[in-house]
């Protein structure tokens, strides 16, 4: 492979004299990557890299959140999920608080060991949370196959699931400022290459589905670059020791068994038509929302703390552009959930310096 | 949040932590030893002396590379030798859980008498109080400890100088990384050990080879990066490190990736930073070549004598970019994916 600084000259050669041009990556270990390599200050002033909705605990809705809360102080149940689920604020709560509080909330690194719990504790029931995007998906999908294969009856999910595709075509239609997609390597991993050519075949703007070393990164975007100042348009894999044109066909095969698609709320970005995943057929008898009745008596409290969350995640403003960034808004404080994960944009940014390095 | 509760944050050794310390005990306690708010106290009794008091309360009690019991005499013999005294005498205070098995606390026992013969201190007093079941959670262990100044070694003025070395004693990281994985039940094969040790040696073939030290931690709870934000502050300078000389262990790496932790932030148990005088560096780090556990001790860094960017810490990518390091936040927890 090219090496950084090979990468670094042919990028900034090929966009002598090209029209400012900006790239939004999609994939919260992209975030993190670009801004931990500092792939920004290898860059030619007309590339511009924004972060769009990658990150799968930013997008959480303010709603799935406080129904996670709900569920999760009740008498007799065991909450499990991801580690970065837990400072998310929401009102004056989070699933840290609560456990700080007594709640039986724990950190698990997969869904199956959710249901290990859920058969070491009959008497207990026990929920998985369910979010993040085709990547962590078919875990959960694997872990709802499992539980009603073995009659594991007090094991439940709570999915906050989404889907990329369907937010890309929601974010770069009509009006958007991306001239150019870094493709999500691990999203791809799972549904395929050939499931992000309808953003050059159909929003018109050349896709690159990229790796997440620094040369993987800026070998993207040189092959973005050369397309733009030729005026191509093509979905390309650059990530080829990953990523297949089907994906994992296994994976999809196991999703498309237990979940069906369903309208869902992203946060900044509203509802997103079939953008979610919800347990289908036999498998809704898992569902904890139904299970527990998360409907309408859920309490959801006022999002508004003055954060631009929602231009953040569009890629229309920059973390530092936001008032409360670094200000009322650190990791130790966050308001906005850009700020709690740390493949949020905002912590991303302040973790690393932003700007002020 | 503060919600006028003690919530596991302040447990974190980061901000909510100092701002606790700051809040509660120092305008209590206020006298002219404790406001400097090093490792040990330095008091006048005779001799000088260094003083020393630190809680554990670890879970899990045991796991890889290590104890309660190992970490509870390492810990106080740490803060007594980067205070740039010998540590002597030790005490232990615990308080046990009703019910806790007597084959536990006789291995946690063992373990602390072999850490205090490697360390060679003396444990010279203790207490023992049980509690009622649920009263905590299985054993917690206090030690409190005593070191003195030798008159051939000078106590290190604790506040790195403009253009020192910054040297770390070996591979950093590995505890924090160690205990999360132990702890979320991670099935790392093989496991990932603590660097767990009495770092006593350590410091004195340093100071024997007359390194001028100018500052030294080690760098537990909050890791390296909380030990160089706090110095770069007290300097009034900038602490710049490059990324490929700082000694990580590849299994702790890959395990920081996978948990998405940056292994400066991550706690160490057997580490000493020190800030020596530029001249002295190379001499340093063959000293500490020779101890065990500092077989990967290196120049890490450099603090900047331009006067710019007083209080920041950069690390330099190995590409060439720079990025800063941040105070640390609340709990470590791993991300997603």
Known sequence: MIDVKELTAKIN?????????????????????????????????????????????????????????????????????FGDMMRVPCGKQSLLSLRDSGADVRIADSPMAALRV?????????????????????????AA???????????????????????????????????????????????????????ADELKKPAVIAGFGAQEILAALAIITAMIKKGEVRCVNAYPTAVTASGNEAAMKLLLRVFEPCDAQWRGLGVIPESGLALKGE??????????????????????????????????????????????????????????????????????????? | MDDGKINMTHGSGGEAYRSLIKEIFLPEFENQFILPMTDSAVVPAGVRVAFTTDGYVIKPLFFPGGDIG?????????????????PLYISVGMIIENGFEKEKLRAIVRSMAKTAKEADVLIVTGDTKVVETGGCDGIYITTSGVGVFEDNITPPRQIPMPGDAIIASGYIGSHGVAVMAARAELDFTPPIESDVRPMAAAVRAVAEVGVRINAMRDPTRGGVASV???????????????????????DVASACSLLGIDPLYSANEGVVLFSVAPDDADAAVDALKNVPGCKAAAVIGRVGDDGADRGAVRVITKYGTYRRVMPATGVLLPRIC
Not at chain 1, 23 to 29: N, R
Not at chain 1, 133 to 138: K, L
Not at chain 1, 333 to 342: Q, Y
Not at chain 2, 78 to 86: E, F, K
């Open chain 1, 13 to 81: 050669e090929l966009a002598e004299g090209m029209r400012p041009t900006t790239v939004m990556e999609v994939c919260g270990t992209h975030t993190h990557a670009i801004m931990k390599y500092g792939i920004r200050q290898l860059l030619p002033r007309n590339i511009r890299l924004v972060s769009g909705p990658g990150c799968p605990v930013c997008v959480t809705s303010q709603a799935d959140i406080a129904r996670a809360l709900t569920v999760a102080s009740r008498k007799n149940v065991i909450f499990m999920c």
């Open chain 1, 118 to 142: 859920a058969r070491e504790n009959p008497s207990r029931d026990v929920i998985w949370y369910g979010v993040g995007f085709e990547t962590t998906a078919p875990a959960t999908a694997a």
């Open chain 1, 145 to 199: 196959d499992a539980a009603l294969q073995t009659g594991v009856r007090n094991f439940s999910i709570l999915s906050a699931h989404k889907t990329m595709p369907a937010a890309l075509r929601a974010l770069l239609g009509k009006g958007s400022r991306v001239d150019a997609l870094l493709c999500p390597g691990h999203v791809a991993t799972i549904i395929g290459s050939d499931a992000f050519r309808f953003v």
């Open chain 1, 283 to 357: 498998y809704k008898a898992l569902d904890t929302a139904t299970r527990f009745d998360l409907f309408d008596n859920i309490h959801v409290p006022d999002d508004d703390r003055g954060c631009i969350c929602a231009s953040v995640l569009r890629g229309d403003a920059e973390p530092e552009n936001c008032p409360n960034f670094g200000v009322a808004c650190t990791p130790t404080t966050p308001l906005g959930p850009c700020m709690v994960s740390g493949e949020g944009s905002c912590a991303a940014a302040y973790a690393y310096g932003g700007s002020r390095v």
């Open chain 2, 70 to 86: 190992r970490l509870a005499i390492s810990g106080t013999v740490n803060d007594l030798a980067v205070s740039g005294a010998r």
């Open chain 2, 228 to 250: 160089l934000l706090e110095w770069a502050e007290a300097a009034g300078a900038s602490i710049t490190l490059e990324e490929e000389k700082i000694p990580v262990r590849g």
